[in-house]
């Protein structure tokens, strides 16, 4: 059983790094104020849309983290890697045909979502969807490296990326906006960029052998139908 002072050294950082999180889109919304009245509402439309997928992606990696966990719970490291491994490949998929569905239908959706816009809304909606639809794919394989850390108790790892993430964000974000004067895309391409080097650098701690779950090129880039 976990003692009080484990469960607030899980669940603290826990509660911190998804606020974190979610704090991109905010940050993006926030910083793009500067931009105009049309350039915040277009970011802010497609937030909306942004956590809603960020939200799917969270469930399905942690659906999957309960199947890894459940593997280390019976001390079976070879299948909790494999099933970690599995995680990995239906993340990337999902989220990878999330992207393209998005980048297709990116008008149709926002005209069902939100009805008539104004031109210049709907514009800076259409350049920050399509931008920031690029980043699903990392987000999806970030947030399944985030629910493998969480299954091994080391939620102080994913809050510190996630930390870095939105430092990385947050400078974008100034360099687009007031240094290239790019508008939406500046703040888009920023969010991109940081959450790639979130999702990378958790993976890349994930194929360290030392950790309790570990993934590697057997594990990811094989298909075990068992799992």
Known sequence: MFTN???KKLLVP???EQILVMMVSVADTMMISYAGEAAISGVALVAMIDYLVLTIFSALATGGAVIVSQYLGRKDRDKANLSAGQLM???ALVSAAGMILCLVLHTGILTLLFGKIE??????AETYFIIVACSFPFLGIYQASAALFRS???TNITMYVSAAMNIMNVIGNAIGTFGLH???AGVAVSTLVARAFAAILL????????????LS???VFSWHSEF
């Open 14 to 16: 826990l509660v911190i």
């Open 182 to 184: 790019a508008g939406v």
């Open 5 to 7: 002072q484990a469960l």
């Open 89 to 91: 490949i239906v993340s």
């Open 217 to 219: 090129a057997h594990s």
């Open 152 to 154: 091994m108790q080391k």
């Open 119 to 124: 031109t210049d809304v709907m514009e800076a």
């Open 203 to 214: 993976t890349a701690f994930l194929f360290s052998s030392k950790r309790e779950v570990c």
